[in-house]
């Protein structure tokens, strides 16, 4: 199989993910608004949690993987993990869009204000920041191979700043609410609202997954193409 | 290689004192940007000592900012970077010397400011506090211009550096910025430096992190 038809083999095989992870995450509201219980102290303004919270885990792992993966690619020079890391960092962008703007929403009813400075909050605003510096450096450069460099390098720092961003501000003032899953203790969450949650969180994580694969048959595609060309000149 | 990376620092430096041109700039935009502040401010609702700590750390690390993106512009005149390259010098000790100089930078604009920030907000300053905010000023340039360094040399080459080069830094500024604002309030109300002992180690972290990446990434930004 050529180079171009792998590629296109990607796109497909993204095309088809990301349809079964928007069916999915469908299917998931629907059980998160008629069968999962109300929320005892915040009502019906709770059910966004179920979209908010998987957005979120999404973002920070299209933003982890861009940082390991820049890490190899430094190390390894491989041009496919350039493109996967554009391709992850492209669908973070949109998802961590999606949990800056669920966010506010939930927040407004709950704390009272559509926007906090909190750690959690600032954290994902600035791995918008970094997104989006990361595509304006990727369009300035016109050298494949110094875009890849370049972009490696900030996906790396960018890597180890949210983590001291989130310190930071969280010894400066946090509002968010205490984790109710991830803690030593085990989950506080009641049982239905765990499985609605986890279900969400396995069909965000197939949304990332289809987007990103996807995005990166796009660029193999754009990529075996430009092969072609500069074969046949 | 400390000797090759002072070497570097101080070839930048005497340039830059030579000209002067740079210094002189930057100075006079970190004066003109306090000023700024003090008529950014409405004094019948926010003393001008409880803005003092903003301002002096807005003007400082925007000014740094500015000048961070001359550690490897002004080496692309005349391919001077290729002399560089092509020297028998460690790409790590490139970085160092980068570095050390734009710290230099970012200090002597701090040296300015502070004084003049003392002048300007009618801030009662004791001994004890300036020594704390000197070392916390040290503290928070210390990261900060090692990032800096790193993306100074990324953006060089590019056309739209001046634009790219904050939008890439500014980010890196949230930590040091929330601890030194932090800790230079405390001090200036007269809080003994060991009460702002964790953010002095917050942002030691800081440094450590972000030299040691830099010293690791940096090399391979220079390939050809």
């Known amino acids: 199989m050529s180079n171009l038809e792998q590629a296109r083999a990607l796109v497909k095989r993204g095309q088809v993910m990301t349809v079964i992870a928007v069916t999915a995450i469908a299917l998931c509201a629907v059980r998160a608004l008629l069968f999962t219980p109300v929320e005892r102290f915040q009502g019906p303004a709770q059910k966004i949690f179920y979209l908010h919270v998987p957005a979120a885990w999404s973002a920070f792992l299209a933003f982890g993987l861009v940082g390991i993966v820049s890490g190899l690619y430094l190390w390894l020079d491989d041009r496919r993990l350039d493109l996967f890391a554009e391709a992850s960092a492209e669908t973070g962008t949109i998802l961590t869009a999606i949990v800056l703007i669920t966010g506010p929403i939930w927040g407004k009813p709950i704390w009272g204000a559509w926007w906090v400075w909190d750690a959690r909050l600032t954290s994902t605003l600035f791995l918008f920041f970094i997104f989006i510096g990361y595509h304006s450096l990727r369009a300035a450069v016109h050298d494949p191979q110094d875009r890849a460099r370049f972009s490696a390098v900030l996906g790396i720092l960018g890597a180890m700043l949210i983590p001291f961003i989130h310190l930071t501000v969280y010894l400066f003032r946090t509002q968010h609410p205490m984790p109710v899953v991830a803690r030593p203790e085990g989950p506080t969450l009641p049982g239905v609202m765990l499985l609605t949650l986890l279900l969400s969180l396995g069909a965000f994580t197939l949304l990332y997954l289809g987007w990103t694969t996807l995005r990166y048959g796009i660029g193999r595609v754009r990529e075996a193409r430009e092969e072609l060309h500069d074969a046949t000149a | ?224």
């Open chain 2, 1 to 224: 290689m400390i000797r090759l990376a002072l070497t570097i620092a101080a070839k930048d430096l005497r340039a830059e004192l030579r000209s002067r041109t740079a210094l002189v700039t930057a100075l006079a935009f970190a004066a003109l940007v306090l000023v700024l502040f003090e008529f950014a401010r409405d004094p019948t609702r926010l003393t001008a000592a409880l803005l003092a700590p903003s301002a002096v750390w807005i003007t400082g690390t925007f000014a740094a900012t500015l000048t961070l993106g001359r550690a490897f512009s002004t080496e692309q005149d005349h391919h001077a970077m290729d002399g560089l390259l092509l020297a028998p010098v460690p790409r790590e000790a490139i970085f160092i010397g980068k570095w050390l100089g734009a710290l230099a930078f970012a200090l002597a604009i701090d040296v300015l400011i502070v004084p003049l920030a003392v002048l300007f907000f009618n801030l009662r300053m004791t001994a004890e506090a300036l020594a704390g905010i000197a070392l916390v000023l040290v503290l928070a340039k210390v990261g900060f211009t090692a990032v800096g360094t790193v993306f100074s040399a990324l953006v060089a080459k590019l056309r739209s550096k001046e634009l790219l080069l904050p939008l890439l830094v500014l980010p890196f500024l949230v930590p040091p910025l929330i601890g030194g604002v932090q800790a230079t309030a405390r001090l200036l109300d007269g809080q003994p430096l060991s009460d702002v002992s964790g953010w002095l180690r917050l942002l030691l972290a800081y440094d450590l992190v972000f030299v040691v990446g830099g010293l690791l990434v940096f090399p391979r930004l220079l390939d050809e």
